[in-house]
């Protein structure tokens, strides 16, 4: 059985950082394509960033480019999402997610089929 599990979430000022970090149970996340997908209150489910397994090849969407990174620590095992200069547009509950059989790394969700619980992110104005 595979689980994710988020952490690292909380409430911060705008302008403000957090990292949250991604790990699995069930599932050696160095071998797979992970992405990172947030929903905020009334909107659908949107892709955030990813990075792929083999080359950590990365992804972001418009919105978050060069304010979040993504990373992977192999030894850990596991993935993280730097997010810097946090807008109140930022405020959601953040997934990570598997890709397990794709080698490239796309912000489309039906790739994904292994999604943990989410941590809420809220940035206060």
């Known amino acids: 059985q595979v689980q994710l599990v988020e952490s690292g979430g909380g409430l911060v000022q705008s302008g403000g950082s957090l990292r949250l970090s991604c790990a699995a149970s069930?599932?050696?996340?160095?071998?797979?394509?992970i992405g990172w997908f947030r929903r905020a209150p009334g909107k659908e489910r949107e892709g955030v960033s990813c990075?792929?397994?083999?080359?950590?090849?990365?992804n972001y969407r418009d919105s978050v480019k060069g304010r979040f990174t993504i990373a992977r620590d192999y030894a850990k095992k596991t993935v993280y999402l730097q997010m810097d200069s946090l807008k109140p547009e930022d405020t959601a509950v953040y997934y990570c997610?598997?890709?397990?059989?794709?080698?490239?790394?796309?912000?489309?969700?039906?790739?994904?089929?292994?999604w943990g619980q989410g941590t809420q992110v809220t940035v206060s104005s």
């Open positions: 990075i792929s397994s083999r080359d950590s090849i990365t």
């Open positions: 069930g599932r050696d996340l160095n071998y797979h394509t």
């Open positions: 997610a598997i890709d397990p059989v794709g080698n490239v790394c796309e912000l489309d969700l039906t790739l994904y089929t292994y």
